[in-house]
């Protein structure tokens, strides 16, 4: 086998760069897949999509992307359940309420339509909250959550009807390389010879970089979320609630919630059962700034990977030491939400244009050089 491009992962943001590299005319592109599409962390994702980031480069990835997931029905023919039900975060400290008037600010000045409110206004936004101890929230309407299954499969159908070709329950052993040169992946099924690689294996990177000879400072983490019975009364309108303090998190899914919080006794790793632990502590998070989800009993659950930098912030770019081997991870839980922004980047990287956002930042050799770009507005 042969390829112009080898693309390893098929997760969404594989799923993005295949379908925007084919759509661009890019003749051979081919996606390599271990396991089913969206079978790693994208199907475990909560499917938040939101611009409300405090660094200006997620601002600006988040933002375009929103703007690709409303027109996502239109462009692919594929319905994604988007609901721009925005995005609330709830803030309890005023070093919080500070940082995130400054972010408001920053997004403000990009176009991004979020504001402080005062928490009476966030309770009638989210009336499942209590108010006790709340000092503000931050708040845009132009947030909300889809679905991510359906967005793999939409890219992925729009890929192939361009060209590009999807080998899943492949898996990648090896890449081959001639000097400083790229010259096949090796994988289960057969030798694929081709001259450029786009890692986007997620969680799994740093394996796919070293292959190459490229750190991918890459970190799996365990996250767990719960499904709950329905909500009598749940509001149409609900949205992504986050209490920003203990991370809980919430959102309508079907007629009843998703919930999520992140656990600080997880240990990194590639485990993904899910497991009780983490119960006694979202219970504590409830009762303090959500009381009316403690009577909720949980209806299902399952366990996903995080794939976490150093700086909680993406790697996007091209190896320097290596020709040519691009790369797409690190997103350490908002991946989901930024890719087709990050699709349509690495599509210019690849054919040498200049993308609609200087990425070199995002580079994953800023941590050589000691200048980390730290995401404060994580969940």
């Known amino acids: 086998m042969q390829a112009d491009v080898v693309i390893i992962g098929g997760g969404v943001i594989g799923t993005s760069i295949a379908c925007h590299l084919a759509r661009a005319g890019v003749r051979d592109v081919l996606l390599v897949e271990r396991d089913e599409l969206a079978a790693g962390s994208t199907s475990k994702a909560a499917g938040g999509v939101r611009a409300q980031f405090s660094d200006e480069l997620n601002i600006q990835l988040g933002a375009r992307s929103l703007e690709a997931f409303a027109r996502f029905q239109q462009d692919t023919g594929h319905d994604i359940g988007l609901h721009r039900v925005g995005y609330l975060f709830l803030l309890s400290t005023p070093e919080d309420v500070a940082s995130f008037e400054a972010s408001v600010r920053l997004q403000n000045s990009l176009g991004v339509p979020s504001r402080v409110i005062a928490p009476e206004e966030a309770r009638r936004l989210s009336p499942l909250i209590g108010t006790d101890g709340l000092l503000a929230a931050a708040w845009s309407p132009d947030d909300g959550h889809c679905t991510p299954e359906a967005v793999v499969h939409g890219y992925a159908a729009v890929a192939r009807a361009h060209g ?60 767990q979320i719960a499904v709950t019975q329905a909500v009598p009364g749940l509001p149409p309108a609900l949205p992504m609630t986050i209490d920003f303090t203990t991370s809980l998190y919430f959102h309508a899914e079907g007629p009843g919630l998703l919930v999520g919080m992140s656990d600080p ?113 994580l969940v």
């Open 164 to 223: 590009a070709r999807i080998l899943r329950h492949t898996e990648v052993t090896g890449i081959e390389r001639r000097g400083d040169s790229i010259t096949a992946v090796t994988t289960t099924l057969g030798r694929i010879a081709t001259d450029t690689v786009i890692c986007a294996a997620g969680a799994w990177s740093r394996a796919v970089g070293a292959m190459a000879g490229v750190d991918l400072p890459v970190q799996p983490l365990r996250r």
């Open 265 to 377: 006794e997880e240990a990194p790793g590639f485990a993904t059962d899910t497991h009780d632990r983490w119960i006694p502590r979202l219970t504590e998070a409830m009762a303090r700034r959500a009381p009316a989800l403690l009577d909720l009993r949980r209806t299902g659950g399952w366990a996903g990977l995080y794939e976490n930098t150093p700086d909680h912030n993406a790697l996007i770019g091209e190896a320097s030491s290596v020709s040519r081997f691009l790369y797409a991870t690190g997103f350490s839980g908002h991946g989901f939400l930024q890719a087709p922004a990050v699709g349509e980047v690495i599509r210019d990287l690849y054919l040498g244009r200049v993308p609609f956002l200087d990425v070199r930042p995002l580079s994953a050799g800023r941590f050589a050089a000691d200048a980390p770009r730290p995401e404060a507005n």
